[in-house]
C-alpha cells in the first residue's frame, strides 16, 4: 500500500500547466461505444479512474491504446458484449457511462449497479427513468440493471433534480434515438458540455448544453472523431488552493478561468490575489486567509468536489467559515481526518463549522475517498512537520502524477510503498 509523505510549511511557486478533466474523458471515453469507428482522444488524465474504464472496454472487446502524452486511441468496431465486466463497473460510479451508449448503439445494456461509495448511495434512479421514457425496458434486479430496446424514440424529459450523471446518460442515449429529445433541468458542468461538443464531432445533433434544456435530433449513426478534453477544474482549484494554504504563488496555464468562477470569487473574498490573465490563472497566497460562508451547489455554483479542499484552506482563516453540503451526504469523511492534523471543525447535518486555527500540526490520516485525499494533501502542505497520508489509492484515481506535479512546486512531498509501521516506527 503507498502512502504519502509530505513534509508541510514550504510555500509552492511556480507554473503548473492544466489536466484534462477526469469528469469529462470517463464519460467521453465511454461515448465511443456510440460508434463503429475510432476514436482519437487528445489530454486524456493518466489517472486510475481511466484505467479501470479502458479495462472495462477492453474486456469489451474494444481496442484501446495509449499512445503516450494523454492519446487514447478506442476502436469499439468489435464489441464481445453488452455486459461490461461487473467487478471493474463496481470501482467507480462514472462506468455506468457505458449504459446509455450501449443501449442507443447496441439495442441493450446489462450493467452491474456501480454501488454506494463512501459518498454516500449514488443512485441511478434516474438514469433509468430517462432510459425508460426514450422508449427501452429497463428492469434492475439481483444488483444488474438491464435496458433493452430496438431503437430508441426521441421524448421529454423532465429531470426532477440536476444530476451530471443521468444528464450525460440521457444525452448518449438519445444521439440515435428516433426523432426528437428535449432534456429539462438538466446538469450544466463543463464536463457535459465538453461531452456535448465530441458528440456534435460524431456527427450528433445537439443544441443547448451548458443551459437547463438541451435538444437533441436522434441521427441514424454517429462516426469517429478526435477531441482535445477539456481542463480538469478540480485538479486545477485544488493547485490554486495549494498556493493559498501555503502562502505561495501558483499561475495555472493552459486553463479556462470560466471553470472556477466560483472558486475565485471565494478566493478573493478570502483575500487572496488572484490574477486572471487570458486563460492563466495566478493565485498569491496572502495572510491573513478571511472566512467564508458557502454552499456547494450544481455549475455554475461552487463545486461539491471542492468543498473539502476549500475547508483546509479555511481551517487556517482568521475567523469562522460555514460550509453547507447540498450535493453529497457523504462528503464529510474528511473532516475526522483533517481534525487529526489540528483543525478545528464541527461538522452537524449538512453543514461543517470551521474555527480557523494559526497551524496546523503533521499527523498519520487516511484519505477516505478522492477530494478528501486532496484535502488532505493540502493540509498537510500547510502543516508543521511531515504529514503520512494513506488511502492513496484515491487520491490517483484524480490527481494525475500527484507528487511530480507538487515537487515541481517546490513541495516535500514523496511516495512509499512500505507498510506504515517501518515509515513511522
Ligand atoms: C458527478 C461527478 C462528481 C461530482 C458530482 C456532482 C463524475 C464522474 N462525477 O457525479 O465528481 O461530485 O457529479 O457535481 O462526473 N442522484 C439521484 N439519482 C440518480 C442520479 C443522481 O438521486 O439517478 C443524486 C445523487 O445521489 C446526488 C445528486 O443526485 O445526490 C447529484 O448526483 P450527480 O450529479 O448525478 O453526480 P454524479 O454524476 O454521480
Known sequence: MARLLIEGRYPLQGRLEASGAKNAALPIIAACLLTRE?????????????????????????????NGNGTMVLDASDLATTTPPEDLVRRMNASFDVAGPLLAHHGEAQVSLPGGCKLGPRPVNLHLDAFRRLGAQVTSEHGFVKAKASRLRGAHILFPKVTVGATKNAMMAATLAEGVTVLENCAQEPEIVDLANFLVKMGARIEGQGSPKIRIEGVQELHGARHAIISDRIEGGTYLLAAAVTQGDITLEEFEPWLVESLLENLTKAGQKVTVLGNTIRVRGTHP??????????????????HPPIVAMLALADGTSVLQETIFEGRFMYAMEMVRLGADLRVSDRNVVIRGVPRLTAAPVDAPDIRAGGALVLAGLAAEG???????????RGYQNLEDRLRHLGARVRRVEEPLKQIVG
Not at 476514436?39 to 481496442?63: F, K, N, S, Y
Open 386 to 396: 511531515e504529514t503520512v497520508i494513506s488511502g492513496v489509492e484515491y487520491i490517483d
Open 38 to 66: 475510432q476514436v482519437v482522444l487528445d489530454r486524456v488524465p493518466t489517472i486510475a479512474d481511466v484505467w479501470v474504464m479502458a479495462d472495462i472496454l477492453r474486456e469489451m472487446g474494444v481496442q484501446v491504446e495509449f
Open 289 to 306: 486567509i478571511r472566512p467564508l460562508e458557502i454552499a456547494t451547489a450544481p455549475f455554475p455554483g461552487f463545486p461539491t468536489d471542492l
